[in-house]
């Protein structure tokens, strides 16, 4: 097991496969910063699939138990089924999951589910299809995203877990209606704090729907009882239904960070390690696979940089700190 300074173990890694998005969500990639002339990755500088499984596999052999795809919209990359199916097979992996905005679901979750993908969690901001239109600044209807559930839960997916980002004035009095949604058809709604990520999303402190006060809306309607002590490594912390309806998560990035329990290495889709999600830098590992290196000498780069790994943005977040450089989620991978 590979542990940074801080005793915190190299246990999950996220991989982004693309850094495009058929969304414009206006936390993550507001039009004004990535419109048409935004410089996207070209082809030859995206990992190939090959790649990123020769990583994959020396994450595993690092003590990565946990691996999820991300992005950008991971769904825009072709033939992702044969990339799942690669990493499915990894000896040691024993979770392989999914964060998607939904829109291609619908015709995708059968290949997905048989590839050997085995979790997936969908993105779902608001259930009213205007506003829908105007945050995810999309022309997919918020109907085919929905259908995208259906069709996940009968390609045998379990039913997914649902990201809301929620902020003041935008989407915040959808709380009861979100949970009710999630909570009637058997998801795990996880209500994410707006985070200052990347430097073009105009993030604000008030704009931060703060997770105690999200809580106590959801507990005053349908009451909630914690479930168990925190696992190291994760995030969400979880709150059950009294009534035995599921589960509701919340992620405190800023309210209540959680760096002591981080074990996550981030993979963009140009093959940079970040060890953070509010690096500036990242270690670059296409440079250093396409120069001929072998896996120990990938193991042993990888091994260094996590023991000297210092990283606890959100722990020292202040008013300032968002004006620091730093990679935007949609290429670093969220
Ligand atoms: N495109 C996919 C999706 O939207 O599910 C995967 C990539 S996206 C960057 C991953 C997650 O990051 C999404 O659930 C999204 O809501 C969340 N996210 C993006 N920008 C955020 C922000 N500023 N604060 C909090 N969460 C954010
Ligand atoms: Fe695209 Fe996901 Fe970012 Fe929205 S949150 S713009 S869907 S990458
Ligand atoms: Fe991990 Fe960085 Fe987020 Fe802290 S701020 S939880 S170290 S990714």
């Given amino acids: 097991m590979v542990v940074d300074p801080m005793n915190r173990p190299l246990g999950a890694l996220r991989i982004s496969v693309t850094d495009r998005c058929n969304y414009r969500c206006t936390y993550c990639m507001p039009r004004e910063a990535f419109g048409a002339d935004h410089p996207f990755l070209p082809k030859d500088q995206v990992l190939t699939f090959e790649e990123i499984e020769r990583l994959a596999r020396v994450f595993v052999g690092l003590g990565v138990r946990k691996i999820r795809l991300t992005g950008g919209e991971p769904l825009l990359r072709r033939e992702l089924p044969d990339l799942i199916r690669e990493l499915a097979a990894i000896p040691g992996l024993e979770d392989l999951a999914m964060t998607t905005n939904g829109a291609l679901l619908a015709g995708m979750a059968d ?12 993105s779902l901001d608001t259930l009213d299809p205007e506003r829908f239109r105007k945050l995810c600044d999309t022309p997919v209807p918020l109907a085919q995203v ?27 009095d ?9 909570r009637e058809r058997g998801h795990a709604l ?19 729907v703060p997770s105690a ?70 270690l670059d590992l296409r440079g250093f696979l396409r120069a001929g290196h072998s896996d120990g000498e ?14 606890r943005y959100s722990e020292l977040r202040t008013q300032a700190t968002p004006r620091l450089p730093r990679v935007e ?3 670093m991978g969220g």
Wanted: proline fraction near 5%.
């Fill in 213 to 282: 006060e999200l809580r106590a809306r959801v507990h005053a309607r349908w009451p909630l009882e914690p479930v168990g002590e925190p696992l190291a490594g994760r995030v969400a912390e979880r709150w059950r239904y009294v009534d035995g309806r599921g589960e509701v998560g919340f992620i405190s990035s800023v309210t209540a960070p959680f760096c002591g329990g981080c074990d996550r290495a981030r993979l963009s889709a140009e093959g940079r390690l970040y060890t953070c999600l509010f690096a500036a830098e990242g």
């Fill in 111 to 122: 290949s997905l589910r048989k590839a050997g993908l085995k979790r997936l969690t969908m």
């Fill in 298 to 311: 990938v193991a042993a780069v990888l091994t260094a940089l996590w023991g000297r790994r210092e990283d």
């Fill in 174 to 182: 959808e709380v009861e209606a979100l949970a009710a949604y999630a």
């Fill in 190 to 208: 996880r209500f994410i704090e707006f985070m200052d990520v990347g430097t073009t999303n105009g993030w604000n402190l008030d704009a931060v």
């Fill in 146 to 172: 929905l259908s995208g559930l259906e069709a996940a839960l009968a390609a045998g997916f379990p039913p997914p877990k649902l990201n809301c980002v929620m902020q003041r004035g935008v989407n915040e």
């Fill in 329 to 331: 989620m949609s290429r």
